[in-house]
Nanobody, 120 residues
Framework: QVQLVESGGGLVQAGGSLRLSCAAS????????MAWYRQAPGRQRELVAS??????TYSDSVKGRFTISRDSAKKVVDLQMNSLKPEDTAVYYC???????????????WGRGTQVTVSS
């Protein structure tokens, strides 16, 4: 199993900043993808940002405002969120995909999520 523990969510005013962090632990042999998704009430879970072998991707809605970064040695992925908007309000989930020790196929795991609320 791979455990993902998120931290850093909270309540912030529009225009403010938050930094989310996700620490991965467990039977990790190698990591292929680490990412952040979010899900607002009544909406589908959507990809916010991902980091794959050092390359990053962002959804159009957060491009230029959010930055994803990863510390491979510590197995931590962070999401720096600036210029937050009320529409960024959602539960943010950490995602991991990779190889577990002793396995020859990729597996994926999710964190439990952390609430981000942006007030107007």
């Amino acid at each position: 199993q791979v455990q993902l523990v998120e931290s850093g969510g909270g309540l912030v005013q529009a225009g403010g900043s938050l930094r989310l962090s996700c620490a991965a632990s467990g039977s990790i042999f190698s990591t292929n993808v680490m990412a952040w998704y979010r899900q607002a009430p009544g909406r589908q879970r959507e990809l916010v940002a991902s980091i794959i072998s050092g390359g990053t991707t962002y959804s159009d809605s957060v491009k230029g405002r959010f930055t994803i970064s990863r510390d491979s040695a510590k197995k931590v992925v962070d999401l720096q969120m600036n210029s937050l908007k009320p529409e960024d309000t959602a539960v943010y989930y950490c995602y991991w995909k990779g190889l577990q020790s002793g396995s020859s196929y990729y597996n994926e795991f999710w964190g439990r999520g952390t609430q981000v609320t942006v007030s107007s």
